[in-house]
């Protein structure tokens, strides 16, 4: 079995090289890759996720708005938020509205694949 990831990102290069490591694991694929949380329960419905790796700061509607929005369907996807910044307040509001877990972006990547199948398995992943 695969997992299916979808990414919330605004910055291009970050989801390329996301969509590049997720596509090399072997139980792993990317199902969709967004700039921001426009139509994001369009997005989630047509993409039919596993787990959602969530940039906390973009423009239009952000990853706390994000995350709040898919909790009102989706009581249950998995949501990992990404952030640069050990921004506590940001953070907190992030678990608040259901996010599953955080992981800084600055994170090596085998560390956020081992939080993303922790969080797959019910754990809660936090940088």
Not at 22 to 48: A, H, N, W, Y
Not at 66 to 86: A, C, D, S
């Amino acid at each position: 079995m695969k997992y299916r990831i979808v990414i919330f990102d605004d910055n291009k290069s970050r989801r390329d090289s996301l969509k590049i490591l997720i596509s090399m694991i072997d139980d792993m694929e990317c199902v969709g890759e967004f700039e921001d949380c426009r139509q994001v329960l369009d997005k989630i419905t047509d993409s039919q996720p596993d787990l959602v790796l969530m940039d906390i700061d973009m423009p239009h509607v952000n990853g706390i708005e994000g995350v709040k929005l898919i909790r009102t369907k989706y009581p249950t996807l998995k949501i990992i938020m990404q952030t640069v910044f050990e921004d506590n307040d940001k953070v907190f509001s992030a678990i608040c509205a259901g996010a599953d877990g955080y992981i800084l972006k600055q994170t090596a990547p085998n560390k956020l694949l081992d939080g993303m199948r922790e969080a797959m398995e019910g754990g809660a992943p936090m940088s």
